[in-house]
């Protein structure tokens, strides 16, 4: 190699990657050997830059999220020898909820009904056992994202609670909790339709 | 601090042990937010990637197999890293260069916290994606496989990505220094 080593060149040397035809070059040109050390000790300056701390404490938040969710599946496993049996009138009672969230959309909803459609769906779901089912990648994510969006959702109404919130603002949560249990109720229906509950 | 963390109070994680739990956040927040922080633009992201990796943390424990602090520390740096990549890709950050605006005269007074400032500039100045990968592969110690994996790109975009921004690391930091 006349020509010095390229900068892709000169990192796979300071990895220990390089071709042989490039360590030689390093091995032999002055400069390219200075070019490697230099991208070591820009790596260490890196490695060497100070820790951050979050501005704020996140572990209340995440403590609560736990809590719920640790929760729900302590109640969920004792469901488990139900499953089957019970897997199709949950679905029954699934589309019963679903309609009647479409209603809850039409009309300003209330507290109560809110909490109680909730409950509905916590007990379809406990019905459903998902627990005991293998998921896809994509399910399993899906599921993930809206068991965070729940477990969020209850750590802000906790707080609501704690802080005395208005009632729009607890009515709001309730909402987005129903919503929220709404999707990941389906997700497990369409899961159970897919491998014939 | 990660010294602390023993086998048994990952156990008692592992067992949804909330104040095991909130030992390992104790423990590890700092390491997140700092990965979070270097590969997002903002700190509002890296908070959001910090507050992701631990829900899914707290979620995922039970299936964790890996025992001892060492294997802990690398599936929690693999799940902040894969929140805070895929931030980066959803989020269509700047693929284009953003000056940074130097008016760090104080810093210039030490040569040492100078060195310093100046080096986080200059990666702060990198394009998005080229900063998570030189953060990723030079102080994560990720492969570029790995990295490709992770952004869902090929490992030649992932070395010429790193290829790029150490040039640019070099210019910047040479005008720096003049």
Same mark, same amino acid.
């Given at each position: 190699m006349t020509q010095h080593c390229t900068m892709e060149d000169l990192l796979a040397v300071r990895d220990g990657e390089g071709t042989g035809v490039a360590r030689r070059h390093v091995d032999q040109c002055p400069a390219c050997r200075a070019e490697v050390d230099r991208l070591h000790q820009v790596a260490a300056a890196l490695r060497a830059l100070p820790v951050q701390r979050p501005p704020r404490d996140r572990w209340p938040e995440i403590r609560v999220a736990a809590g719920a969710r640790r929760r729900r599946r302590w109640i969920a496993t004792g469901w488990i020898s139900l499953a089957a049996a019970a897997g199709l009138a949950a679905i029954l009672g699934i589309r019963a909820v679903r309609s009647s969230g479409g209603q809850m959309a039409a009309q300003p909803a209330s507290l109560d009904s809110l909490v109680a459609a909730s409950q509905q769906l916590e007990e379809a779901l406990r019905t459903l056992d998902p627990t005991s089912r293998v998921l896809s990648g994509r399910a399993a994510s899906t599921i993930a994202e809206l068991e965070d969006g729940i477990a969020l959702v209850d750590a802000q109404l906790g707080e609501a609670q704690r802080g005395r919130a208005s009632r729009e603002e607890l009515l709001g949560l309730w909402q987005q909790r129903v919503q929220l249990m709404n999707q990941l109720v389906n997700v497990h229906v369409t899961r159970a339709a897919y491998v014939g509950l | 601090m990660l010294a602390a963390l023993d086998d048994l109070a990952i156990q008692r994680a592992k067992a949804g042990d909330l104040d095991a739990l909130e030992r390992i956040y104790r423990a590890y927040e700092g390491t997140v937010y700092t990965l979070a922080r270097r590969i997002c633009r903002t700190a509002e992201d890296a908070e959001d990637v910090l507050q992701e990796t631990f829900f899914e943390v707290c979620r995922s424990i039970g299936s964790f197999r890996g025992s001892g602090p060492g294997s802990l520390t690398a599936w929690i740096k693999r799940v902040a890293s894969s929140k805070a990549l895929m931030r980066v890709r959803r989020e269509k950050y700047r693929e284009t260069d953003e000056l940074f605006e130097d &008016?760090?005269?104080?810093?210039?007074?030490?040569p040492d916290v100078a060195l310093t400032l100046d080096l986080e500039q200059a990666l702060a100045r990198l394009p998005d994606r080229s900063r998570a990968v030189v953060w990723m592969h030079d102080?994560? &110690?990720?492969t570029h496989e790995d990295i490709a994996e992770m952004m869902g790109m090929t490992v030649s975009f992932s070395k010429s990505q790193l290829a790029r921004a150490h040039a640019r690391l070099k210019t910047w930091l040479g005008e720096e220094h003049r």
């Open positions: - | &008016g760090d005269a104080v810093a210039r007074r030490d102080v994560e &110690g990720y």
